[in-house]
């Protein structure tokens, strides 16, 4: 198929000059009068004056939700409209592309550190990915690169610094014993404390924690319920350090604290008791299914989302992350496997079919939704247009809830992808982009490497 054409011209209509002549009369008039002169506004679609072009982009199969229509959309001022403007200063012929929003990946921890510029974003951006959301970083780090990202060009990132758990609980752990021999430089293992992870014990423990978390803002709160339903049972015990989380009656606390500074809170589960308890303490989002890892000691009733919780979670608006991925990834042994991609699919189709807003995230460091999307894929239980909406409609928006973003309509950020052929009979298109829109302007990419190419 061939590429996309993108031809530019500049095209000066008789309606520009009319209006200009007629605005210069105006003012010589109103000048002779006497009146108080206003400077007049630069015309929105003026070549000049406008940073943006304003595109017709023509020949584009749009995906509405269902389907894909053939339409004419215009970008001005980087927002898509279907009015045809006065002014138009190029066309972008898209040669029958088929145009989807741009994808998310709403739960990764790869975009921290100033290395992650020249490898992990290109990658992001590569692969479709415009909007990201990191789960857990490190303040230091992060604010060491925010500069550079959120902007038109670029991968536009959400931060949580740190998560608030309990002492001894996940993932302190984690950062002492491996991720600090990584990109990280080597730092004495309790660096990350007050940096990657703040431990709460107690509500005076919260207060003396709140103003460190919030010392470089994030821009929404991490909290860590990991089996909370044996909480008296893990706290004390040097036999689940790393595999515990935080009291759940304290999770309320954080929430309250949180919503009062407009800030949203999302939080890692590990069982059916840990959704329930973060729904029921207001939480926004949840960052896991249950049961990514179900050990054969727990009946599987423990990883499966009761109906009323999912309800629950639908009326109150949480989103949820799918990340089905993480258990490929860890589980060597076939009948474990199984067991546990069953209540995947158990407990997606039910959080689908109550209408519970799902969002892709891998939750890989290696990896982005690229990998998570396939992984869906496998396991069957969306069809190929349910699992496109999810990753290109739901998770952009489950990232910036207050953007106008995972919609090809009216007064949306004209920010699209070109595919070489329908995702919708072909789900391998989704990889096939022939063209990177943002914010009302082309990307351009430098080349990848071949080995930092994702597969689906």
């Given at each position: 198929m061939s590429t996309t054409k993108v031809r530019r011209r500049l095209i000066r209509r008789s309606v520009a000059s009319i209006f200009s002549t007629v605005a210069g009369a105006l003012l010589f008039f109103l000048a002779l009068v006497g009146a108080p002169v206003q400077p007049a506004p630069a015309h929105p679609n003026h070549p000049i004056t406008n940073e943006l072009p304003t595109y017709e982009i023509r020949n584009g199969r749009w995906f509405d939700g269902k389907s894909f229509q053939a339409r004419t959309f215009y970008s001005i001022e980087g927002r898509l409209t279907l009015k045809k403007p006065p002014l138009i200063n190029e066309i972008l012929d898209l040669d029958g592309g088929f145009v989807v929003p741009p994808f998310g990946e709403a739960h990764n921890h790869n975009v921290v550190h100033p290395s992650?510029?020249?490898?992990?974003?290109?990658?992001?951006?590569?692969?479709?990915?415009?909007?990201?959301?990191?789960?857990?970083?490190?303040?230091?780090?992060?604010?060491?690169?925010?500069?550079?990202?959120?902007?038109?060009?670029?991968?536009?990132?959400?931060?949580?610094?740190?998560?608030?758990?309990?002492?001894?609980?996940?993932?302190?752990?984690?950062?002492?014993?491996?991720?600090?021999?990584?990109?990280?430089?080597?730092?004495?293992?309790?660096?990350?404390?007050?940096?990657?992870?703040?431990?709460?014990?107690?509500?005076?423990?919260?207060?003396?924690?709140?103003?460190?978390?919030?010392?470089?803002?994030?821009?929404?709160?991490?909290?860590?319920?990991?089996?909370?339903?044996?909480?008296?049972?893990?706290?004390?015990?040097?036999?689940?350090?790393?595999?515990?989380?935080?009291?759940?009656?304290?999770?309320?606390?954080?929430?309250?604290?949180?919503?009062?500074?407009?800030?949203?809170?999302?939080?890692?589960?590990?069982?059916?008791?840990?959704?329930?308890?973060?729904?029921?303490?207001?939480?926004?989002?949840?960052?896991?299914?249950?049961?990514?890892?179900?050990?054969?000691?727990?009946p599987i009733s423990a990883f499966q989302i009761p109906v009323e919780d999912a309800r629950l979670a639908a009326q109150r608006g949480v989103d949820v992350v799918t990340t089905t991925m993480l258990a490929?990834?860890?589980?060597?042994?076939?009948?474990?496997?199984?067991?546990?991609?069953?209540?995947?699919?158990?407990?997606?189709?039910?959080?689908?079919?109550?209408?519970?807003?799902?969002?892709?995230?891998?939750?890989?460091?290696?990896?982005?939704?690229?990998?998570?999307?396939?992984?869906?894929?496998?396991?069957?239980?969306?069809?190929?247009?349910?699992?496109?909406?999810?990753?290109?409609?739901?998770?952009?928006?489950?990232?910036?809830?207050?953007?106008?973003?995972?919609l090809l309509a009216e007064g949306y950020e004209s920010s699209f992808l070109v595919l070489e052929g329908d995702p919708i009979q072909n789900f391998d298109n989704t990889s096939r982009i022939r063209m990177r829109f943002k914010q009302g302007r082309p990307l351009q990419l430098a080349p990848q490497p071949k080995e930092a190419k994702n597969s689906r």
């Open positions: 992650h510029l020249t490898t992990t974003v290109p990658r992001y951006l590569s692969d479709g990915i415009f909007y990201v959301k990191i789960m857990n970083g490190v303040r230091d780090f992060t604010d060491q690169i925010r500069n550079q990202l959120n902007t038109p060009t670029g991968l536009d990132v959400v931060f949580a610094h740190g998560g608030f758990t309990a002492s001894g609980g996940h993932p302190i752990k984690l950062y002492e014993e491996h991720l600090r021999q990584g990109p990280y430089g080597r730092v004495d293992k309790f660096w990350f404390n007050d940096r990657a992870y703040y431990i709460v014990d107690r509500e005076a423990d919260l207060e003396q924690k709140w103003p460190l978390a919030r010392t470089s803002p994030p821009d929404f709160i991490k909290t860590f319920l990991y089996y909370s339903e044996e909480f008296e049972k893990r706290r004390d015990d040097p036999a689940y350090i790393g595999r515990k989380g935080l009291d759940p009656r304290l999770l309320p606390r954080i929430v309250e604290r949180a919503h009062r500074e407009h800030l949203r809170v999302a939080t890692h589960v590990e069982t059916s008791a840990d959704f329930h308890n973060a729904l029921v303490a207001g939480v926004d989002e949840i960052a896991h299914l249950p049961g990514y890892s179900i050990p054969i000691a727990y490929s990834e860890k589980i060597k042994d076939p009948a474990q496997l199984k067991r546990v991609q069953e209540n995947q699919i158990r407990n997606l189709r039910l959080l689908y079919d109550n209408g519970v807003l799902l969002a892709l995230g891998s939750d890989t460091f290696e990896d982005t939704s690229v990998a998570e999307a396939g992984h869906l894929r496998r396991l069957g239980v969306f069809d190929n247009r349910t699992l496109l909406r999810l990753w290109c409609e739901n998770t952009p928006r489950s990232i910036f809830p207050g953007r106008k973003i995972g």
